[in-house]
């Protein structure tokens, strides 16, 4: 659209100055109490494997949209999170779903690794310290794997602020629309629900308001979440 602004996204450039400025100090922490998993995850860390996966995405040729069938089984892991972060450095979309005609990539979990006829398949083991996958079947690659094998780089391409950033739970966001999420200081408690509604308040509203996101997914006794409260000092649940 003539006069549309190019830049960046504004979430993946918030992260950027964010990771230069205070880089050591907790973005994302991921529990699954079920099973005593717990991993913290630093705002470089975080900045660091969004660079790693827009560098895949770019040597994987991939111009128009990555689709995450990932996000909607498990929008609350934090591999999960990290996806469309990068593909919006890449100025791609991201379907947070299955894939339509406009992907070129898609983006399983650990429970239906299978190979997408025509399409580049990543199988994220969901591991909590991101461990890969091992025993993939012919035409799916492990995330964790093909991620860490690329450069640490920081390379985010403009695009415009109407283009399509996402598409999934009935709903569609440009670019531009990624940044009036409301932003959010201190430390919250998040409990997954929809793909959007996870990743908004787990990532992109601590990213642009310079506070940090406690994410407990799966199921979890009262005093168990209450617990987590406690230690982690959050505010309380959200969405």
Same mark, same amino acid.
């Given at each position: 659209?003539?006069?549309?602004?190019?830049?960046?996204?504004?979430?993946?450039?918030?992260?950027?100055?964010?990771?230069?400025?205070?880089?050591?100090?907790?973005?994302?922490?991921?529990?699954?109490?079920?099973?005593?998993?717990?991993?913290?995850?630093?705002?470089?860390?975080?900045?660091?494997?969004?660079?790693?996966?827009?560098?895949?995405?770019?040597?994987?040729?991939?111009?128009?949209?990555?689709?995450?069938?990932?996000?909607?089984?498990?929008?609350?892991?934090?591999?999960?999170?990290?996806?469309?972060?990068?593909?919006?450095?890449?100025?791609?979309?991201?379907?947070?779903?299955?894939?339509?005609?406009?992907?070129? @990539? #898609? *983006?399983? +979990? /650990?429970?239906? =690794?299978? !190979?997408? %006829?025509?399409?580049?398949?990543?199988?994220?083991?969901?591991? &909590?310290?991101?461990?890969?996958?091992?025993?993939?079947?012919?035409?799916?690659?492990?995330?964790?794997?093909?991620?860490?094998?690329?450069?640490?780089?920081?390379?985010?391409?403009?695009?415009?602020?109407?283009?399509?950033?996402?598409?999934?739970?009935?709903?569609?966001?440009?670019?531009?629309?990624?940044?009036?999420?409301?932003?959010?200081?201190?430390?919250?408690?998040?409990?997954?629900?929809?793909?959007?509604?996870?990743?908004?308040?787990?990532?992109?509203?601590?990213?642009?308001?310079?506070?940090?996101? @406690? #994410? *407990?997914? +799966? /199921?979890?006794? =009262?005093? !168990?979440? %209450?617990?987590?409260?406690?230690?982690?000092?959050?505010?309380? &649940?959200?969405?």
């Amino acid at each position: 659209m003539a006069g549309t602004p190019v830049g960046e996204n504004p979430v993946v450039s918030a992260l950027s100055r964010r990771a230069r400025g205070g880089g050591a100090d907790p973005l994302l922490t991921w529990y699954r109490p079920e099973t005593g998993a717990r991993t913290e995850l630093s705002v470089r860390t975080v900045a660091n494997w969004v660079d790693k996966t827009a560098n895949l995405l770019e040597e994987l040729g991939a111009e128009r949209a990555v689709a995450g069938p990932v996000s909607a089984a498990h929008p609350g892991h934090w591999m999960s999170l990290v996806w469309p972060l990068a593909a919006w450095q890449r100025g791609l979309a991201y379907v947070a779903g299955a894939p339509d005609a406009t992907c070129e @990539v #898609v *983006v399983t +979990g /650990p429970e239906d =690794p299978r !190979a997408h %006829a025509g399409l580049t398949t990543l199988a994220c083991s969901l591991h &909590p310290l991101g461990l890969g996958l091992r025993g993939l079947g012919d035409g799916v690659l492990d995330f964790s794997t093909e991620a860490l094998a690329q450069p640490d780089a920081h390379a985010a391409v403009a695009v415009p602020a109407s283009a399509l950033a996402w598409s999934g739970d009935g709903s569609a966001r440009s670019h531009g629309d990624t940044g009036l999420v409301a932003p959010r200081a201190g430390r919250v408690l998040v409990r997954p629900s929809t793909a959007w509604e996870t990743l908004a308040s787990a990532l992109l509203g601590p990213v642009l308001g310079g506070g940090s996101a @406690v #994410v *407990v997914e +799966g /199921p979890v006794e =009262p005093e !168990a979440l %209450a617990r987590i409260v406690a230690a982690e000092r959050t505010t309380g &649940p959200v969405a």
